[in-house]
């Protein structure tokens, strides 16, 4: 069951997407995510794939077909930011280096303890 937090953020992230956002969602976006990070561990495998969606956020934000309605203000951020967001190959270099906090599979046990947890 979603929290009311994952909910707002989930509500917002609708509106941004469809073009009826205001500066308010952009920002429940945003402390959402913060919070939720401060309540919940995530794997190593979230956090790659935390990475690699933020990216496609970033570039939904700049494509009007994608996102219309969008403040000009809040595109320019998006391009700024993709400017100088690791390309592909830099994230798997990441994620071999320091597989501990950046990985691109999810760890066995963690799946197993996943699996038998649901059954």
């Known amino acids: ?37 401060q309540q919940r561990v995530t794997l190593p495998y979230e956090r790659m794939r935390a990475l690699r969606s933020a990216e496609q956020l970033l570039c939904d934000l700049l494509d009007p ?22 390309m592909g190959s830099q994230l798997d270099l990441l994620s071999e280096r320091i597989p501990e906090f950046y990985n691109t599979v999810e760890d066995p046990l963690y799946c197993a303890v996943k699996r038998y947890s649901k059954d």
């Open 65 to 86: 077909k994608q996102t219309p309605r969008v403040p000009k203000q809040v595109r320019q951020r998006a391009r700024s930011v993709l400017r100088h967001w690791p």
């Open 1 to 37: 069951m979603a929290s009311t937090l994952d909910k707002r953020v989930s509500k917002a992230f609708n509106r941004i997407k469809t073009g009826q956002s205001t500066h308010q969602d952009i920002k429940d976006l945003l402390t959402g995510h913060f919070i939720q990070e």
